[in-house]
């Protein structure tokens, strides 16, 4: 394969000063016949504007349903070498924590049995490796096993879980993130690798509101850590923000969404009605010495967040505004909302309808009732658009039995 050849469309994609994936391509293409084969496929694609990319059939590995997906060329006798391009998905580890040795071992396996290609990381979280043939696909598995790995999910299964660094890192985690997420990777070992329901389901997990992850954009269910207590305040780096210069009145209080922050000048005091907080936590990133999250911790669990496929986009509303994320009970209570919602969600939806769509389809009426939730404040989505009631007929019955 001749790299030096003229490739004007993907030439045109490695100027500028941002790093290029086709310099990447290149650099896996040097060593490997796929890689090397891949940027001619790219090139044609960009000069007839059509992709050369088809599905052809499942492909796995033993015991799995998930975790491989199939991608073969519609031009197999012009690029033969990437007649087969199949695509592995690696469960990462919580946080995506790595050592050099790890990240060593991974890319040997790689190279050892595929184009040498990765996407660190793919939408769902995942280590992607992009580019093999199937007869190799076993046996990289069998290398990714005895190293210690295992695949994540795709098809119509639970998507591997993935959390943000939490108090790996991060001072304004309200849970431990990290061990949450592992915890339930292993739950639902059987919901991650053999698919049996209408379509995906994703679950992301922050550690605070700040929702480094984007769990409410891209999520099923979303976690986010909160707390349910009052922000705690440091009133001498308050002083010392004033002092400095900080315009606290607009840059704080003039950003704030419910304007329940309000800043003293003469006494140099800031003062907060948690009561109407939203936990937005603009002024603690603002203010980060001087203001910091509540003491009593947990999260909150919102519902229906996905990407555009069958509906428009949505962006995950309330289901239980605090809930707390205890280690010692196993989050006990997590688990048995959400095995309630799969339930509803699998009996209940379509083919390729995701949870959030099923609750737009049948109301939330319904899907509250199903998973034994009361209705609150904090789950209106919107303001109400439809203006007649519906009721359930047992709602109007006395404890004997009767109608009110």
Known sequence: MDLAKARPMLDELKKGQWPSFVKEIEKSAAKNEQAATLLDLLEDSYEEKRV?????????VRGYGGGVIGRYTDVPEKYPAVTEFHTIRVNQPSGWFYNSEDIRTLCDIWEKHGSGLTNMHGA???IVFLGTTTDHLQECFNDLSYAGWDLGGSGSNFR???CCVGPGRCEYACFDTLDFLYNITQEYQTELHRPMWPYKSKIKVSGCPNDCIASQARAD????GTWRDAIQIDQAEVAKYADAGFDIENLVCGYCPTKCISYDADKKEITVDNENCTRCMHCINEMPKALHVGKEKGA???MGGKATIVQSAFLSWVVVPFMKMDKEDDYREFKDLVEKVWEWWDENAKVRERLGELIYRKGMAEF????ELDPIPQMVKHPRENPYYFWYPEDFEDKNGGAN
Do not use: Q
């Open 52 to 60: 050369h990319w088809k599905h052809g059939g499942i492909v796995g």
């Open 124 to 126: 769902t979280g995942d």
């Open 160 to 162: 591997t879980p993935s």
């Open 221 to 224: 269910i979303s976690v986010l």
């Open 300 to 302: 909150t669990i919102l």
């Open 368 to 371: 509250l009732k199903a998973v």
